[in-house]
């Protein structure tokens, strides 16, 4: 259940989601520092009576808060108010300089590999059991790895029908990174939905396209952070359906089809950045809009 509520973090909403998925069954809880809700989620967390060793904790670095690792570690562990967080990520390849303003390139300090070391640094004290990364491309990570002494354990990005990551998803396999997808419903427009190939699927299965979706993930290898505070919709999306061999060949290559293969979500820019970086440094093959280059 991933818990990104909007910038004002969703309020008591937070909350109350964070207690039904874990009453429907969800054991994996995502959140960070950027939403703005680990108090609440933790507080959910705590309330709902599961031990603690059967739940699966994320939270993530915030790019303002890279001249800062150790300490924004523990403010989100006094946030959560838990013993220990299993997940700790970089939320973004970009960060503040030191004096607070926001870089805009790889060469200036502190860059995601300084950010890294510090990272590591955290696995010694025994409050986090794994450190990976979020909306790390190809190019960037092949770049983090050249001093990395440990292997991000995951990289969370942007993945859905629309943008499968199919070469990013090998390239993590290869490097012993798990690779799992936030969105994967398209964040509040899923334009995949309507497309007539995966509809049919839907159809076919008696299910909803976002079980469709949820459930091609889960087949490929990739997990899925889903949201809702829907408690019928957090039910259905952790039943699964089991598609065929040419269901899951659809819908891989759903994403071919003219204007299909682009980022579905509304944080690029009009002149095709992402929080001030260039799809070039962020290293994603992207036009103006999110369009996909072929």
């Not at 993530?60 to 700790?88: M, N, P």
């Not at 499968?164 to 990174?177: M, W």
Request: aromatic share 8%; with cysteine; net charge negative.
């Amino acid at each position: 259940m991933g818990c990104w509520l909007g910038p004002e973090g969703g309020g008591d909403v937070a909350e109350e989601m964070s207690k039904n998925a874990l009453k429907c069954g969800y054991r994996h809880i995502d959140t960070a520092a950027g939403y703005f809700n680990e108090e609440l989620v933790g507080k959910a967390i705590r309330e709902s009576g599961i031990p603690r060793g059967e739940l699966f904790v994320t939270t993530k670095l915030a790019y303002f808060h890279g001249h800062r690792v150790r300490e924004a570690f523990e403010d989100s562990l006094k946030a959560l108010d838990l013993e220990y967080i299993d997940q700790y990520l970089i939320h973004w390849p970009m960060a503040h300089t030191l004096d607070g303003a926001r870089a805009r390139s790889f060469e200036e300090h502190p860059n995601f590999v300084d950010i890294w070391a510090e990272m590591e640094k955290l696995l010694d004290t025994g409050k986090v059991r794994a450190i990976g990364v979020s909306n790390f491309s190809i190019k960037n990570l092949e770049i983090l790895l050249k001093d990395a002494k440990v292997v991000p354990a995951n990289n969370q990005v942007e993945i859905h029908p629309y943008l499968p990551q199919h070469a990013l998803q090998q390239y993590c396999n290869e490097k012993g990174i798990l690779l799992s997808a936030y969105s994967p419903l398209g964040q509040g427009n899923p334009m995949f939905f309507s497309d007539p190939d995966f509809a049919r699927i839907a159809e076919s299965h008696d299910a909803t396209p976002a079980q469709i979706s949820i459930s091609w993930l889960v087949q490929r290898g990739t997990p899925p952070i889903v949201k809702s505070a829907n408690v019928e919709r957090m039910k259905k999306n952790i039943t699964l359906v089991k598609l065929s061999h040419g269901e899951m060949e659809i819908i891989d290559n759903i994403h071919k089809k003219p204007g299909a293969h682009r980022s579905l979500l509304p944080y690029h820019e009009p002149d095709g950045t992402v929080l001030m970086w260039t799809y070039e440094q962020l290293g994603w093959p992207m036009t103006v809009g999110g369009l996909v280059e072929a």
